[in-house]
Every structure is written in structure tokens, then in C-alpha cells.
């Protein structure tokens, strides 16, 4: 017989886990995210379940399972690695009721844990109808095949769904579409209008529904670009029309990503608004080229900059003294033009001129390069190079670790 699919509201629900292992080490942050209140009986439980356990998330019974252990509880997980002490939970829980979940054997089970994921405001969980026979690998490669089809958007079921309204302000990562967040992309799946910034992964954009209005905010340095007011207005605007407005942005919203004076003007003309953080290129991008920004014994500190204005501009409100007389890392954004006078200010503030530098263009894309050189010569490297932005500048001792990285890797993969 098929089994009769059910969503069980655990919330304040006291559900009994025996054994300690694995399983239970998968199965306890589930149901604590379901609100379960979980009383775990093993006499040795796994480093995680014990962290639960001190913090007072989960109740531990430091001991064997005992008759009785079912009694008051909704729910039991009998999956400890000896079949006579599951056996026996189950028997108990039969006695009195209570569905039981046995992890060694279905057959014997009388409820299934389906694989089950989340996408978006659904919860898909997937049985298959006979579990004995078939590989649980199958039914979470058709969970993972649901979910990813819904959070991409590729998997669509507009009709039905509640609106989403408002705005939701997304960071896109430094440029790999793999590089956003699961949620990211489900609110760009779910989106009427799409404003996007140069930077932001535009490669997503190929796979929105065709009625999705995308309007390039892109601002390319010293060129064209949307002025951050009518940025504003267009979000306010769209979103006030009963659209579900997602700014796509690169890296992180709040990174020096004016990201909070779209929130700020969303929320003076009382549009709903919502923010995804994102991953920023000033840190994915060193890591890109396996430059770690802080390293045990190297580097305890890092700092990211914006050289949007060079040293010495009357707007520049960088202590470039603090900086230059730290031995933290730097991480440089918006740097490549006024290299010269970044070098020039650390040099006379006590960096060394054979301080390790790396400039690190398109990290993520496909067309990433790294130029590796000196504070001293970094600015004429560049030059030579013809190095354009976007790119990442760090500079420490942490960029000779990724030199590390790269001869160990050739040993690796030859
Ligand atoms: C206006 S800032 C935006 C930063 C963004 N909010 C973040 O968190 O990554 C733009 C600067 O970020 C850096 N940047 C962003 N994406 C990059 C990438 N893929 N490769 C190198 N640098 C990048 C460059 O320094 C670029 O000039």
C-alpha cells in the first residue's frame, strides 16, 4: 500500500529520539526546526548533539533506552546501530500508538522520513512507495531536481501563489551565478521587474520568465550609469504599480553597495521592502585566486577599503597612517586608477616596498587574472598589464600563502 503523505506540526510536541549516531545527528536540527521538543536517549551522542544538548536546545538522557522512555511523546526515532534496542523502542511506541520511525529497518517501520527540502514558502518531501527495494538515493535526487527547479525558477507555479509584493534588494556574489544565495535566486525567479547593477551575476537573467521586466542600472566607472535617485524612484515606483520589484546588485547590498539608501528610500514611501545579503567580492574574490584574507601566524586582520577617492581627496575619510602602519591584511576596492597613490601612502607610512601584492580582475568569471608583485611596483605592473576594473587589490603577507597554494596544487593535479 502506497503511505499517506502528512505534514506533521511538531511545534512544543515532544518527540522521542533513541541513539546518538549519524542518523539522529541528521534527524534532531530537523525536527528542532519543526519546534519539536526532543528528548535524545543514548548513553553516547555525537559532537553536534552535544552542543545541542549544552545549550539547551535538545533534553540528553545520558543512558540506554528504558521501557517507558515512549510514554508523552508524539513522535519516535528508533535509530540506534543495534536492531533488538530499535525493535524494542518500536514495540513500545506500537503499544501505545505513537507513529515510529525505525532508521535499520522500513519494512518494520510504521512511518517513512521522506527527503525533504525547502524551496521558497514549500516544503517538498519525497517517499518512495517502497522503500525497501528502492535506493533512498533516488528520492533525494528527485527532492534536490524539485527544489532546485523552484529556487532557479525553471520549476514555476505562478498561478496559485500568493503575490509577492515589495522589494527585495539581493545580493548577487562577486559574479559566478553559482555565488548567490538559495534564497537570492528564488526571489529573482520570483520577480516582475529586475533592476541590475553591472556587477550583479547577469548570467541569471537569461533564465527569467520572458514578462520579467530587467532594467540595467548598470554603472560602468566613469560612464553611463542610472543615477542612484531615479535607482530609487524606479523601485518605489514599480513596486507601488503591485509588482514584485528585485534589485540585483553584485557582491553584498551593504558592501559599498548603497544598498541601505535603497532601503531607506523603499521604506519612506512605505513600500515593504527585504534584504538578501550576499557574498562579497572582498572576500570571494582573494579566495578565487586562493589568497586567503587572514591565515594563522600570517595575518589576524583585514581591512577593506574603498579607494573610490584616492588618498589625499578632500572626501577621503580612509586613515591612511592607521593602515599603513598595520601589519593587517588590505583589501582593496574600486583601487585600480589610484594604485600610485595607494602605494605611495602605505610606503610612507611604514609598509615595506616588497610587501606582497595581488590584483585580482573579474574574480569568479570566467576571464579572472591575477597579477602578483610588490608595493613598490604593483602601479607599473598594473599599468603594463592593462589591468581594468572590476578588480580586488590585496596586500600582505597572506598573498605569498596563495603562492603556496598554487605550487602544491601543480603536485596535486599533474
Ligand atoms: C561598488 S563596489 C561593490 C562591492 C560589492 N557590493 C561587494 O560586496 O562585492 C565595486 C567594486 O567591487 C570590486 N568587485 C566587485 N566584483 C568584483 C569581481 N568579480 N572581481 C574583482 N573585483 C570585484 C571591485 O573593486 C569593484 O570596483
Redesign the pocket.
Given at each position: 500500500m502506497d503511505p499517506y503523505l502528512l505534514g506533521l506540526r511538531l511545534g512544543g510536541r515532544r518527540v522521542l529520539v533513541v541513539g546518538g549516531g549519524g542518523v539522529a545527528s541528521r534527524r534532531v536540527p530537523a525536527l528542532l526546526d519543526a519546534g519539536a521538543e526532543v528528548l535524545l536517549v543514548s548513553p553516547k551522542v555525537a559532537a553536534s548533539l552535544e552542543d545541542l544538548a549544552a545549550a539547551g536546545r535538545i533534553r540528553w538522557a545520558a543512558r540506554g533506552y528504558q521501557a517507558g522512555d515512549c510514554a508523552g511523546t508524539w513522535l519516535v526515532c528508533a535509530c540506534t546501530d543495534d536492531p533488538g534496542v530499535n525493535a524494542a523502542v518500536a514495540a513500545e511506541a506500537e503499544a501505545q500508538r505513537t507513529w515510529y520511525v525505525r532508521a535499520d529497518d522500513a519494512a518494520e517501520s510504521a512511518a517513512w522520513t521522506p527527503a525533504s527540502g525547502r524551496a521558497g514558502d514549500v516544503r517538498v518531501g519525497v517517499l518512495s512507495v517502497d522503500p525497501e527495494r528502492a535506493d533512498p538515493r533516488h528520492s533525494a535526487a528527485i527532492r534536490d531536481a524539485v527544489v532546485a527547479g523552484v529556487q532557479s525558477g525553471q520549476l514555476s507555479a505562478r498561478h496559485g501563489r500568493r503575490r509577492q509584493g515589495g522589494v527585495a534588494i539581493i545580493?548577487g556574489g562577486?559574479?559566478d551565478p553559482g555565488l548567490i544565495t538559495v534564497r537570492g535566486r528564488q526571489l529573482l525567479a520570483e520577480a516582475d521587474v529586475v533592476l541590475t547593477d553591472r556587477?550583479a551575476p547577469r548570467s541569471l537573467l537569461d533564465e527569467l520568465r520572458d514578462d520579467v521586466e530587467i532594467i540595467d542600472a548598470g554603472?560602468i566607472?566613469y560612464g553611463r550609469a542610472m543615477a542612484q535617485e531615479h535607482i530609487n524612484a524606479a523601485l518605489v515606483s514599480h513596486a507601488q504599480a503591485g509588482r514584485f520589484v528585485a534589485r540585483l546588485?553584485?557582491?553584498?547590498?551593504f558592501?559599498?553597495?548603497r544598498g541601505a539608501e535603497e532601503v531607506l528610500a523603499c521604506l519612506r514611501a512605505g513600500v515593504p521592502v527585504t534584504v538578501v545579503p550576499?557574498v562579497?567580492?572582498?572576500v570571494a574574490?582573494p579566495a578565487s585566486a586562493w589568497v586567503p584574507v587572514t591565515h594563522r601566524g600570517v595575518a589576524q586582520e583585514f581591512h577593506v577599503v574603498?579607494v573610490?577617492v584616492a588618498p589625499g581627496d578632500e572626501r577621503s575619510t580612509v586613515n591612511w597612517e592607521l593602515l599603513g602602519g598595520s601589519q593587517g591584511t588590505l583589501v582593496?576596492?574600486?583601487?585600480?586608477e589610484r594604485l600610485g597613490a595607494v602605494a605611495g601612502e602605505l610606503l610612507r607610512y611604514g609598509r615595506s616596498p616588497d610587501t606582497p601584492v595581488s590584483v585580482?580582475?573579474?574574480?569568479?568569471?570566467p576571464t579572472?587574472r591575477t597579477i602578483n608583485s610588490t608595493l613598490e611596483q604593483v602601479e607599473n605592473r598594473v599599468a603594463e598589464e592593462g589591468v581594468r576594473?572590476?578588480?580586488?587589490v590585496v596586500v600582505g603577507d597572506v598573498v605569498n600563502v596563495a603562492a603556496e597554494i598554487a605550487v602544491l596544487m601543480r603536485d596535486v593535479t599533474a
Open positions: 545580493g562577486p559574479g556587477l554603472k566607472p546588485k553584485g557582491g553584498d547590498p558592501v559599498f553597495g550576499g562579497t567580492s572582498a574574490v574603498s573610490h582593496l576596492l574600486m583601487a585600480v585580482i580582475a573579474d574574480g569568479t568569471l579572472q576594473p572590476p578588480a580586488i
